[in-house]
């Protein structure tokens, strides 16, 4: 029995490291990780940003991130910056721009915010809301 529970705790414990690897993901090409210092010139600076809050866990998430990658791909040479934000970590981040979730997208002018869409995965609509205000 002893033996049992040694080799379910065994299997726990490399499943939890999986799944640990697992939501570490890199950031996606063409995209730029949160970054506090960063983000604060980019805003002094006047740079459009668009904001994706995301958490590796989200379906929602899953299933804006080809709308907003293919918005990135076509404002590639735009000046505007396309930023991923971890909701699992970066909550100064999530608390002074008053985030309710994940799947949120913001879009800032400099240090103004002039966009936000939360869990929004139609297309058209999630196209129109960053468009809209770039």
């Not at 459009?48 to 809050?53: G, K, L, P, S």
């Not at 909550?91 to 869409?117: M, Y």
């Amino acid at each position: 029995m002893l033996r049992f529970a040694s080799l379910v705790a065994a299997i726990g414990a490399l499943l939890a490291a999986a799944l640990t690897v697992a939501a570490r993901a890199e950031t996606p090409a063409g995209w730029q990780a949160y970054d506090a210092k960063a983000f604060a010139a980019a805003q002094a600076a006047g740079t459009t940003i668009v904001v994706d809050v995301h958490a590796s866990w989200c379906p929602t998430c899953r299933a804006q991130a080809p709308i907003l990658d293919e918005l990135r791909k076509e404002r590639a040479n735009d000046k505007v910056a396309f930023v991923k934000v971890d909701f699992d970590k970066e909550k100064a981040f999530l608390k002074a721009n008053r985030i309710p979730r994940q799947s949120t997208v913001l879009v800032f002018k400099g240090r103004r915010e002039v966009a936000r869409s939360i869990a929004e995965t139609d297309r058209k609509r999630l196209r129109a809301a960053v468009l809209g205000a770039l």
